[in-house]
């Protein structure tokens, strides 16, 4: 017959351990939660591990205990517990209550004492019983019948000591381990020992005498005068320290068994704590029904239009108010694939769905619903919107008061999320079980589309989704109102959706024939360089295969080995940087790859992103994908073309105005980073430099490098340039060592001087880091948030990321949000003066008008007063303009 098995945890050991192995994670109402997500972590694992039938966890009580009686300076010095762990003591035993797992606390006595009182106890009744701490004083508990679980690296690394482990780890049993601990002392318990007696000493001693009482009968055969005189001048300490170490087994409780036994939990109570905490992947270990049963009822009523009259029966009611709608798909492109039909709701009022036919059928369908879309007194609200405004742009239906999008609420409150889709939102909101698109199709080669799909399940569908966008839209403003970002949504993000919808429907010509000649020209360079580089190989190999490059590099040509991987030798760009000069191979393997990457890029990987009616490319401009607040785009990313090499750039001679009645005008912010720096820091030096129109670079090249302003040389300039702009992304001397190859001695000094000469500067990156750290997020100017979890941190790495991001975000947020005024108003004033020409590029700092030519000088002068003008700083902004009949030809 097996013997009963009991697991008794350490509360505060594990939980503290939890706390500092886990980065700060918190919940969307600001509870940190790492602690208990640890410890819950550890605690599944050890049921799963061990299935006992019995679980206690025992937490110190506050208060002082009977060794402070005994020594005052008892655990003295050791630093308070954070507030952040404090808070997750109750959350933990609540959680605890809730899995009918017994806990205890008991006054005077330790969570330490507890746990050797129930481990003696139950190891006399013949039970298997396993101690889980991360305190090795417990090892002085272990016996026949006690295993005792350290904690190693991480959360769920454990190392067991049974009695024959112990006596492999330190040649000691337990009852000799207390003694150890005795000559050693605790730092972190502040128990003295014997001055200078470390393990190795004190395991030396007690192999010899057994323990310390033995020690001091036999003290006059101690070896080694100082360490005798240490023992012996320490008598007491070393006694007292014994007792301090010493875990009691006797404390005063009133133990019944069945007071621990493990039971079932409480699964819909728990289930409820869990989705409060955000623990996903403790929700997912519960069967689906129980989560089912737990989540919120949606109301799907709806009803399914048959009839052009029944829509315009409906819409004709419609004339102020909110308006939710959303349309289905069959495919990914809203600006091709067939429209099957529209799901909208008016007000609270029950949910309405009506499928279209053919294109005759659906725009007049959509003609329809134009009324509605083009009053600005009736509010629009939906999720991923500018997707639902490309339709309508696809049928020449203007859309006015683009009230609210949950997609991009939901971004502004955590800008860090991987992903806004309703079923996130949804279950994180509200606890509402709902399918997406992925569920009700299917993904694979079982996916279906949706016109496999019947009437009614689309419309339940559609409707299902019209009632959380509205339930989002309350709970979403309500928290944007709170974070004091009201501003920010309705007069920056909601009117910037429609200029992004619409800069995506005009699209970018591309010069196909141009493209093709591009094509062939780096097919050529790249043939002449793999020659080339096979010649000074000394033979053939496959140049993009890291194996085969590394084996001639450092094998066949014997070049420094710099770094090694799991499968062989690094041959990274970093690497081949490091390798230059060595041999005249590394530069062209170099320049082979940057060809390739141009080619395979934005050759290759642009043309089947062409429209093949247009000759353009819509890219897709997304405004909930950087946590800067920066918009980013996609296929094609148009933000990426490079511009720092001559052959990158001329990638951009493919991008051309549509046709010969339009140009391409330019308009790139200056600096713009720079002055946002010299306004938030309010630094006296940076401010007058700007307002006198100084070469920055070269004012600062200047005072880093301690030279007459006429003594600046081009790279003393180049290098100053680095430093303006890294000290912009909280750079560190490793950071700008790096990008200029200088030793971090010389790249400090850069530093340290420029601090030294922008003093404000410095005080602004200071005082933001500890902005961050106080409230847990920076702000922009215009207050978009942005939270940091990281710059709390235990990891110095992760930490340091978390204060450059501090220092940056408020400046490259500020400038993020600041191009997107510009955008909005230049949309505005391109469409009030009913011009030709269109906005139809945003990339970074810059915007590119596809210019009538007999609007050229208009649009110029509309853009430098709408830019220079978009915000007041306490610098200028400038712009710089330039015209040209490609995207190449405007720098």
Request: hydrophobic share 35%; glycine share 6%.
């Amino acid at each position: 017959m097996k013997n009963r098995k009991v697991v008794l945890i350490d509360g505060n050991s594990l939980l503290h351990r939890a706390y500092h192995a886990l980065p700060p994670l918190k919940n969307k109402e600001g509870l940190f939660t790492n602690g208990v997500y640890g410890f819950m972590t550890m605690l599944y694992k050890i049921l799963d591990d061990y299935k006992p039938e019995y679980v206690s966890v025992a937490f110190d009580k506050k208060g002082p205990t009977f060794r402070h009686e005994e020594y005052k300076e008892y655990k003295a010095g050791r630093k308070k517990t954070p507030d952040d762990l404090k808070m997750q003591f109750p959350m933990l035993k609540d959680i605890l209550d809730r899995m009918n797992i017994h806990w205890i606390e008991f006054a005077g006595y330790e969570a330490d004492d507890i746990v050797g009182t129930f481990s003696k106890h139950c190891s006399t009744k013949n039970m298997d019983v396993i101690v889980v701490t991360g305190d090795k004083d417990y090892l002085q508990l272990v016996d026949k019948n006690i295993k005792v679980l350290i904690t190693k690296k991480g959360m769920t690394n454990l190392e067991e000591y049974d009695e024959q482990a112990m006596f492999d780890r330190y040649s000691l049993t337990p009852d000799e381990f207390v003694d150890l601990k005795g000559l050693m002392g605790d730092k972190s318990d502040n128990i003295p020992g014997v001055p200078g007696v470390g393990e190795k000493t004190g395991i030396k001693l007690l192999k010899k005498y057994n323990s310390i009482e033995n020690i001091y009968e036999n003290i006059d055969e101690i070896s080694g005068k100082k360490l005798k005189e240490r023992l012996i001048e320490n008598r007491n300490q070393a006694f007292m320290s014994k007792m301090l170490a010493k875990i009691v087994t006797n404390v005063p409780l009133d133990i019944d068994l069945e007071d621990i036994k493990k039971e079932e939990p409480n699964q819909s109570e728990l289930l409820e704590l869990y989705t409060q905490f955000e623990f996903k992947s403790f929700i997912d270990k519960f069967d689906k029904e129980i989560i089912q049963d737990s989540k919120e009822k949606i109301d799907t009523e709806v009803e399914i239009l048959d009839s052009k009259d029944e829509l315009y029966k409906i819409v004709n009611g419609i004339d102020k108010g909110n308006f939710i709608f959303k349309f289905i798909v069959n495919g990914e492109n809203n600006l091709k694939d067939k429209i099957l039909g529209v799901g909208f709701k008016y007000n609270d009022d029950k949910s309405y769905y009506i499928s279209f036919g053919d294109e005759k059928d659906t725009k007049e369908k959509l003609n329809i619903l134009s009324s509605v879309f083009q009053n600005d007194k009736i509010a629009k609200i939906g999720h991923d919107i500018k997707e639902d405004i490309l339709i309508l742009f696809r049928y020449g239906i203007d859309i006015y008061n683009v009230f609210f999008d949950s997609l991009v609420a939901g971004y502004l409150l955590q800008a860090s999320q991987k992903e806004y889709s309703l079923k996130t939102l949804a279950d994180e909101y509200f606890n509402i079980s709902m399918q997406n698109e992925e569920d009700l199709l299917g993904k694979g080669r079982n996916k279906k589309s949706f016109d496999e799909i019947s009437i009614d399940t689309i419309a339940d569908f559609i409707a299902t989704k019209l009632n959380i966008i509205n339930k989002l839209k309350k709970v979403l403003l309500e928290k944007i109102e709170e974070y004091d970002m009201k501003d920010l949504l309705e007069n920056i993000e909601m009117p910037l959706i429609k200029v992004l919808a619409d800069m995506q429907y005009q699209g970018f010509k591309i010069d196909i024939e141009k493209l093709k000649e591009l094509g062939l020209e780096f097919e050529n360079q790249i043939n002449n360089l793999t020659e080339e580089i096979y010649d000074l190989s000394g033979e053939e190999f496959n140049i993009n295969s890291p194996k085969q490059l590394g084996v001639i590099l450092f094998e066949k040509l014997e070049l420094p080995v710099i770094k090694k991987t799991k499968t062989g030798y690094s041959t990274n760009a970093e690497v081949l940087d490091k390798l230059l000069g060595k041999h005249d191979v590394i530069e062209k393997i170099l320049q082979y790859r940057q060809i390739v990457k141009l080619k395979s890029t934005y050759i290759d990987g642009l043309i089947p992103l062409i429209n093949k009616d247009t000759n353009k490319v819509h890219s897709s401009f997304n405004q909930t994908i950087t946590t800067t607040g920066r918009i980013s785009s996609t296929n094609p990313n148009l933000q990426n073309i490079p511009i720092k090499t001559e052959e990158g750039r001329k990638i951009r001679k493919v991008f051309v105005s549509k046709d010969k009645e339009h140009k391409l005008v330019d308009a790139d912010y200056s600096q713009i980073e720079l002055r946002v720096l010299a306004h938030i820091s309010g630094d006296p030096k940076l401010i007058e430099a700007f307002e006198n129109k100084d070469d920055i670079h070269a004012k600062t090249a200047s005072e880093v490098f301690e030279v007459e302003r006429k003594d600046v040389t081009s790279l003393m300039r180049s290098r100053a340039k680095a430093v303006n702009f890294g000290i912009v992304y909280g750079i560190s001397d490793y950071g700008l060592s790096r990008d200029l190859n200088i030793s971090r001695k010389e790249s400090k000094k850069y530093i340290d001087n420029y601090l030294k000469n922008y003093s404000l500067v410095k005080n602004y990156m200071e005082d933001i880091v500890n902005i961050a750290k106080k409230d847990g997020y920076v702000k922009t100017l215009l207050n978009r948030r942005r939270f940091i979890p990281e710059i709390k941190s235990r990891n110095y790495n992760v930490r340091s990321f978390g204060e450059r991001t501090a220092m940056n975000t408020p400046i490259q947020g500020t400038a993020a949000d600041i191009i997107k005024i510009a955008m909005i108003n230049v949309y505005r004033e391109l469409k009030n003066r009913d011009l030709k020409s269109k906005l139809i590029l945003q990339i970074h700092d810059e915007l590119i008008i596809e210019t009538h030519i007999d609007e050229i000088e208009e649009v110029k002068s509309l853009l430098k007063e709408l830019m220079e003008n978009a915000i007041k700083l306490n610098v200028p902004l400038t712009v710089d303009m330039n015209v040209g009949n490609s995207w190449y030809g405007t720098k």
